[in-house]
């Protein structure tokens, strides 16, 4: 592996909504377009580009929005990865950076997913008879929920903690214009919406999203040559890990061991601790998912998630502000999209742009994502100024 | 259409004669326990090592959760759980014999599995033999 540097210099995401009249394409093309200009290039400068998308895998959607964006010949790697799509192919991209093969390319993760209604579980049956209802539930809100359910039989975490993260995540999303919807929500609204699948209830769920992010990246010298030091976020790891065996996760989808394993290997790459942290993106794809991942990537101990909760520790003004996006539960989650839109998050802060919700100072940022099937991605990115 | 009642899942056996039961099979190699034997073990690798031997009826509950919205066609609420077996083996069915209520379900619980027909019919009209997990 080349010994290169490789960093995030031009970013953008467009806000995420529902966009019934607009092809993919185009969402795409838009953060595509907003990431070229952010890193003062154009098209004629991308050696290769990378697409993230997970509903139409088989579009050749990298080749859309090229078609939008100008098709200059170069290699388009298509990336389905579960909702680990956009950060998959983001890390592709740097990949071929770190191996000596570009200096310059482009990553886009676009999803259209507005109305799609409750994933996992459904569809026809294949043949004989269908098993949803009669063998529990293969429905997202509830394999999330079964998974929050477990830390509760081991930790005695409450339903009313597990709303306390929906609280927050939609406080967040109060001050970021880019997140599909900006609307408080306290206590008893969350806990008394309607019930989805116990303990998350509809505003414990992430909102189904149109949406696109899309990103530079560059080698260091590369970087350097065209001056852009006071923007280029460094990549200080970039990590993907898939599901080791365990005894349970053949009927429990195992999201735990994934990230932890992602997240050792990223903070020894990156060569900090979550103490280092200043702000995380984690994988909120359901109320109960963000109380998992403070354990798994180490924000607090085994066990602790709850008394994380408790304190207020991940809003914002907080030890370890988490989600200050407004995160996959309020911000949305355009699956394709997700894994480089938290990474714009990070970006934002890291370059002292991200506005009301700024943590003041950061310089450490760490973004994961989850993709059920199973992976997990972990990015560490480190601002300019540090 | 079958006259006799289909198994729900290849792993659930409807013996001609005597009690339905789960079919687990363990690796020789590791121990690891499955109840879809895969082509080569997946905790290590090992080839022609899984053995079928008989799951446990007896049980905890590991986790749940409550179903409220569901697709189209599917009764709820209904309870959606997951048990660790004694001697080894994870199963998830719908679980049966309590309320639809947190209050009353109580994660580590004693639980038995049990069995009968489904509630639902295939498209073709066929019965189907299913499992529940139920408290002890």
């Known amino acids: 592996m080349g010994s290169e540097d490789v960093y995030i210099t031009g970013i953008d995401m467009i806000k995420f909504g529902k966009f019934l009249d607009r092809s993919i394409a185009s969402l795409g093309a838009e953060a595509a377009l907003g990431a070229l200009d952010d890193a003062q290039v154009t098209i004629n400068d991308i050696e290769a580009l990378y697409s993230g998308n997970l509903m139409m895998a088989a579009g050749m959607v990298g080749q859309q929005i090229q078609q939008e964006i100008g098709q200059t010949g170069i290699p388009v790697i298509n990336v389905a990865n579960a909702c680990a799509t956009g950060a998959t192919a983001l890390r592709e991209g740097y990949i071929a950076i770190r191996a000596g093969l570009y200096d310059t390319v482009l990553a886009v993760g676009v999803e259209k997913l507005a109305g799609a209604g409750m994933l996992g579980g459904g569809g026809g049956a294949?043949?004989?008879?269908?098993?949803?209802?009669?063998?529990?539930?293969?429905?997202?809100?509830?394999?999330?929920?079964?998974?929050?359910?477990?830390?509760?039989?081991?930790?005695?975490?409450?339903?009313?903690?597990?709303?306390?993260?929906?609280?927050?995540?939609?406080?967040?999303?109060?001050?970021?214009?880019?997140?599909?919807?900006?609307?408080?929500?306290?206590?008893?609204?969350?806990?008394?919406?309607?019930?989805?699948?116990?303990?998350?209830?509809?505003?414990?769920?992430?909102?189904?999203?149109?949406?696109?992010?899309?990103?530079?990246?560059?080698?260091?010298?590369?970087?350097?040559?065209?001056?852009?030091?006071?923007?280029?976020?460094?990549?200080?790891?970039?990590?993907?890990?898939?599901?080791?065996?365990t005894d349970r996760d053949e009927v429990m989808p195992d999201v735990n061991t994934c990230t932890r394993n992602a997240a050792k290997q990223a903070y020894e790459m990156a060569g900090v601790g979550p103490e280092d942290l200043d702000l995380v993106e984690l994988h909120d794809c359901f109320a109960t998912a963000e109380v998992l991942h403070y354990e798994n990537l180490g924000l607090c101990g085994d066990g602790e998630a709850g008394k994380l909760i408790d304190e207020r520790a991940t809003w914002i003004g907080g030890k370890i502000p988490v989600n200050l996006s407004g995160g996959l539960l309020s911000k949305g989650h355009p699956i394709g999209a997700?894994?480089?839109?938290?990474?714009?998050?990070?970006?934002?802060?890291?370059?002292?742009?991200?506005?009301?919700?700024?943590?003041?100072?950061?310089?450490?940022?760490?973004?994961?994502?989850?993709?059920?099937?199973?992976?997990?991605?972990?990015?560490?990115?480190?601002?300019?100024?540090? | 259409?079958?006259?006799?009642?289909?198994?729900?899942?290849?792993?659930?056996?409807?013996?001609?004669?005597?009690?339905?039961?789960?079919?687990?099979?363990?690796?020789?190699?590791?121990?690891?326990?499955?109840?879809?034997?895969?082509?080569?073990?997946?905790?290590?690798?090992?080839?022609?090592?899984?053995?079928?031997?008989?799951?446990?009826?007896?049980?905890?509950?590991?986790?749940?959760?409550?179903?409220?919205?569901?697709?189209?066609?599917?009764?709820?609420?209904?309870?959606?759980?997951?048990?660790?077996?004694?001697?080894?083996?994870?199963?998830?069915?719908?679980m049966n014999g309590i309320e639809p209520d947190p209050e009353k379900i109580t994660l580590g619980m004693d639980i038995e599995i049990t069995y009968g027909i489904a509630p639902r019919k295939d498209a073709e009209g066929n019965e189907y033999m299913t499992y529940y997990i139920t408290p002890a």
């Not at chain 1, 310089?363 to 100024?385: M, Q, R, Y």
């Not at chain 2, 079958?2 to 690796?27: A, H, M, N, R, T």
């Open chain 1, 126 to 245: 294949p043949k004989g008879i269908h098993p949803e209802g009669l063998l529990g539930s293969g429905s997202m809100p509830c394999v999330f929920a079964e998974a929050g359910m477990a830390h509760a039989k081991e930790y005695g975490t409450t339903f009313e903690q597990f709303a306390q993260i929906s609280v927050k995540n939609h406080h967040h999303s109060t001050m970021n214009p880019k997140a599909r919807y900006q609307i408080e929500t306290p206590l008893e609204e969350v806990m008394g919406a309607e019930m989805i699948s116990y303990p998350n209830t509809k505003l414990m769920c992430s909102a189904n999203v149109d949406g696109s992010a899309a990103c530079v990246l560059m080698s260091e010298k590369e970087m350097k040559r065209r001056g852009l030091q006071n923007q280029a976020v460094k990549i200080r790891a970039s990590v993907l890990t898939t599901d080791p065996w």
């Open chain 1, 338 to 386: 997700t894994g480089i839109a938290n990474q714009f998050e990070l970006a934002m802060h890291l370059r002292g742009q991200a506005g009301k919700r700024q943590v003041e100072g950061a310089k450490i940022g760490l973004a994961h994502v989850i993709g059920l099937g199973t992976c997990c991605s972990i990015h560490i990115l480190e601002g300019p100024s540090a």
């Open chain 2, 1 to 94: 259409m079958s006259d006799q009642p289909l198994s729900i899942v290849p792993f659930l056996k409807v013996p001609e004669s005597g009690d339905p039961y789960l079919e687990g099979f363990k690796c020789s190699e590791c121990g690891a326990i499955t109840l879809k034997p895969r082509m080569a073990c997946a905790k290590c690798g090992g080839r022609d090592t899984w053995e079928p031997f008989k799951l446990s009826n007896k049980g905890t509950l590991h986790t749940f959760s409550i179903i409220y919205r569901a697709f189209p066609g599917i009764d709820v609420p209904f309870v959606s759980a997951i048990a660790d077996l004694e001697g080894g083996g994870v199963v998830k069915t719908n």
